[in-house]
């Protein structure tokens, strides 16, 4: 990669939660007001830094200003191809540490990375898909319901494997220090994608897995976990599940108390609240009470498939900017179970999802959260990380423009993490002291 290359993929990537109408054959040859908007943000930025006098430019197209915008292929993969090598794909949710558990028993000297794997993703598909970034799920899963207790206290394992798995993502991590680059901030996953590495985050998949305890999360967080799903398919002491299937009932009907500590510790620390698996309460009132955006690492749109794992349009319209709204992103889930009826499944199915929010919250506040790794079956199209080119090329032709797809691909993600970075520090500097709320039913403290 040369410099003119990472200079391109430095200023996609920040230009992607500007929105636009049409393609981008249309969109450079008549500019409406949202495209004259992005482009003078760009202007003011490069004023502010002293690079160019903002006036002389204020009626110029993006193409006559920046060179490295060009003009898109007419082709739609090949568009597709041309976004994603200066925008590539920060996936919210890979299972790639739980498929090393199950096949491997965390051995990472078995496993090779550089061949064929036998799910979904590989260093070579990672590669072609145009991969740049993806949170690896430190998942484990919930105990069974008599092994823990109404109380939530009996299944002390969960922490115990939460952190071999954290190892086996960190161990893999570094295993492949040519291709994959830890990454704890946005930052991080910014130098990461200049130098053409592959951004590694870490991901809590589920409040079960903490051990009912505030002083775990610190833990976990001083390992590198930047997000933490609140529930997963169990009820916990933080707060309910959607559960699986309909008619699970509530517990906490939301959060409890000390799920609102949770989130008052996860906002402190700059851990992102991931809503993906939560009941539609427990997401309502999570929204409302975050100070720092949310996001839904893994999770489709209810009014086209309607499924409980899905999000309603009652809560994607608290998304957006405003009072009483949340700067939040929905990570599209690939899991067929998610996306259409039996057979139906396909890549333009997933992109009905992506339409769907984007028409309900805005486009700004889309990503992507394939389940790769983490899933039995795929949509058609979309069988492993190599086929990212093909959702994004099939939003092309249905006129999403190179920043909107620039958003969804990467930089929406890139926007809320950096404002719950911003949270965290607000709150650190204002002096707000680690919480030490516990667990009332714990029986030793």
């Known amino acids: 990669m040369n410099d003119d290359d990472d200079n391109e993929r430095t200023q996609l990537l920040g230009q992607g939660n500007q929105n636009g109408d049409g393609n981008d054959s249309n ?22 830094i002293g690079l160019v006098p903002l006036l002389a430019f204020q009626d110029k197209l993006p193409e006559e200003l920046f060179p490295w915008l060009g003009r898109l292929p007419s082709d739609p993969m090949l ?24 096949l491997y028993k965390n051995n990472v000297t078995a496993i090779d990375l550089d061949s064929p794997m036998p799910a979904h993703v590989d260093i070579p598909r990672l590669r072609k898909g145009k991969v740049g970034g993806f949170f690896w799920s430190v998942y484990v899963g919930c105990a069974d319901p008599q092994e ?3 109380d939530f206290i009996n299944a002390t394992w969960r922490v115990r494997d939460t952190l071999e798995q954290i190892d086996v993502a960190r161990l893999l991590i570094d295993k492949y220090p040519e291709t994959f680059q830890y990454a704890a901030t946005s930052e991080d996953v910014k130098t990461a994608i200049r130098s053409g590495k592959i951004a590694s985050l870490l991901g809590v998949e589920g409040g079960h897995q903490l051990g009912n305890s505030l002083a775990v999360l610190r833990q976990y967080h001083a390992l ?18 959607c559960g699986m299937a309909p008619g699970k009932k509530p517990l906490h009907h939301g959060l409890s108390a000390f799920g609102r500590s949770l989130i008052d510790e996860m906002n402190r620390l ?37 499924v409980p794992r899905n999000v309603p349009n009652d809560i994607l319209a608290l998304i957006g900017p405003g009072k009483g709204r949340n700067d939040a992103v929905v990570m599209v889930n690939f899991a067929p179970a998610f996306v259409a009826k039996p057979d139906e499944a396909n890549v333009e199915a997933v992109a009905n999802h992506v339409d769907h929010i984007a028409q309900i919250a805005g486009k700004e506040h889309v990503g992507i959260g394939s389940d790769f790794d983490g ?4 949509p058609k199209g979309l069988e492993d990380v190599s086929q990212y080119p093909a959702l994004i090329a099939e939003l092309y032709k249905r006129g999403w423009n190179k920043y909107e797809l620039a958003g969804l691909t990467g930089a929406n993600f890139l926007r809320v993490f950096e404002g719950a970075e911003r949270v965290a520090r607000d709150i650190q500097i204002s002096g707000r002291r680690p919480n030490f709320d516990l667990y009332k039913k714990r029986p030793d403290l």
């Open 375 to 378: 899933i039995g079956d795929t």
């Open 224 to 241: 590198g976990v930047r997000y933490m799903t609140l529930t997963h398919t169990c009820h916990n002491a933080f707060a309910d599940s």
């Open 270 to 306: 700059g851990v992102l609240v991931d809503l993906s698996h939560t009941s539609d309460d427990t997401a309502r009132q999570a929204l409302q009470y975050s100070k720092a955006p949310v996001i839904w690492s893994h999770s489709s749109a209810r009014a086209v498939h309607d």
């Open 148 to 150: 823990e207790g109404k």
């Open 27 to 48: 969109k450079e040859t008549q500019p409406n007001s949202k495209t004259r908007a992005a482009v003078w943000g760009v202007l003011t930025l490069l004023f502010v």
């Open 79 to 102: 568009a597709a191809l041309s976004i994603l090598d200066k925008a590539p794909v920060i996936d919210g949710h890979i299972d790639l540490p739980i498929l090393t558990r199950f």
